[in-house]
């Protein structure tokens, strides 16, 4: 083995949540490095926009670089993604998180990202009765683990024919923009009861847009994941629940993945970390965990 080993993460944004997989994986880096005795480097490389040229860009980059291991949350399939066939073709050793896997020569990391779309929009079909105007924002067009979410979400929401479903726009990863596009919803449906959404951008904007508005309690708000900023919001009762990923645990397992990949051993096709459901009665729990 290597002096030391160098991973590199890319997500598909500078974001909150993204730096909770980046503190999840400099914390399994630390431990498993004075284990072996090998120092291994976290390389966080962040796009500044969630879009899939700004990624593969800075993929391109990386593989000149060699490293030991890339894990990359994919902004499109990665059958689209010119930079991930560059790595596999030259061996580095690569994973995804936070998405699902089509291929199973590599190793995806997160979760049933249908199952924690169905959570959410269970848990919110039954705050408001199973009956009313329900708003589901989009994420990235691309992005699969949001595409999953929102499908799932829609699924579940058939099921009830006294709901009826509208566009809520679209965040594309951004908390400004899910923010604006959750102020047009409210004010083009001031009879909407239920609001979901697709990624953790979603609900912190939609949180804001619910208190500027005054319908704090009116509108019920299922969010997904669990930074700080939906957590404070869940525990004013601006948000009354989350069906949230594990990011921490994203990052370490990308870790433990990446380096058993440096040894050359076979890795699973798919590694779960859970979805935690994050409500009033449990909320401080989280918050007394969160930074």
């Not at 391109?60 to 073709?89: C, F, N, Q, W, Y």
Request: hydrophobic content about 40%; glycine content about 8%; overall charge negative.
């Amino acid at each position: 083995m290597s002096a030391s080993l160098r991973f590199i993460i890319v997500p598909k944004v500078a974001h909150p949540w993204f730096d909770e997989v980046h503190k999840g994986a400099k914390i399994r880096a630390a431990v498993l490095g004075r284990e072996l005795g090998t120092e291994i480097i976290i390389d966080y490389q962040p796009p500044a926009s969630c879009d899939v040229t700004a990624q593969n860009a800075i993929l391109e980059k990386l593989v000149d670089l060699r490293p030991d291991g890339i894990a990359v949350d994919p902004v499109d399939t990665i059958a689209h993604m010119t930079a991930i066939r560059r790595i596999r073709s030259l061996g580095i050793p690569l994973v995804l998180f936070d998405s699902p896997s089509p291929d199973p020569g590599i190793t995806g990391i997160g979760n049933d990202f249908s199952q924690q779309g169905s959570i959410a929009a269970e848990r919110l079909a039954g705050l408001i009765g199973y009956a009313g105007k329900v708003a589901i924002m989009k994420g990235y067009s691309t992005a699969p683990n949001h595409k999953a979410r929102c499908e799932a979400q829609v699924a579940v929401l058939k099921k009830y024919p006294e709901i009826h479903v509208v566009d809520g726009g679209t965040d594309n990863d951004d908390i400004e923009t899910a923010h604006r596009a959750a102020l047009t919803v409210l004010e083009a449906h001031q009879d909407l009861t239920g609001y979901l959404c697709c990624d953790a951008s979603g609900p912190v904007g939609i949180a804001r847009a619910i208190k500027q508005t005054g319908k704090t309690g009116r509108v019920k708000v299922v969010g997904m994941d669990g930074i700080r900023p939906i957590l404070e919001a869940i525990k004013e009762g601006v948000i009354d629940a989350s069906s949230a990923t594990i990011p921490e645990m994203q990052g370490a397992m990308a870790v433990l993945m990446l380096w058993q990949a440096s040894l050359g051993l076979r890795l699973p096709q798919t590694v779960d970390t859970g979805i935690d459901l994050i409500t009033q009665d449990n909320v401080d729990q989280f918050l007394n965990r969160a930074d």
